[in-house]
């Protein structure tokens, strides 16, 4: 089993920046591809970025490609997602979720294993 926490959700202006994490407990957090998802009130959970266990590949949906960045700690079993530049439509629930697959398509929300219990994003117009 692998416990996720994410926190640094808040409230923050468009154009603002926010910085969540996701900290892991419980396995080998290097022995994990990591990925960020979103949901939105009424929308299905998104794919927003992942990184690879050993933070070489990174993947981002082309609504945040330039504006967030993911990078992982392996020392201290994060995973980080900066946002930058934020929009209304970034408002979601932000979940870090944990694959333990190889090869595992990580934009596909089924591939992974373990799911934090999400924070709230909130970007004013």
């Known amino acids: 089993q692998v416990q996720l926490v994410e926190s640094g959700g808040g409230l923050v202006q468009a154009g603002g920046s926010l910085r969540l994490s996701c900290a892991a407990s419980?396995?080998?957090?290097?022995?994990?591809?990591m990925g960020w998802f979103r949901q939105a009130p009424g929308k299905e959970r998104e794919f927003v970025a992942a990184?690879?266990?050993?933070?070489?590949?990174?993947a981002y949906a082309d609504s945040v490609q330039g504006r967030f960045t993911i990078s992982r700690d392996n020392a201290k079993n994060t995973v980080y997602l900066q946002m930058n530049s934020l929009k209304p439509e970034d408002t979601a629930v932000y979940y870090c979720?944990?694959?333990?697959?190889?090869?595992?398509?990580?934009?596909?929300?089924?591939?992974?294993?373990?799911w934090g219990q999400g924070t709230q994003v909130t970007v004013s117009s």
């Open positions: 979720a944990a694959d333990s697959g190889y090869y595992s398509n990580l934009r596909n929300r089924a591939e992974y294993d373990y």
């Open positions: 419980g396995r080998t957090f290097s022995n994990y591809d």
């Open positions: 990184i690879r266990r050993s933070g070489g590949r990174t």
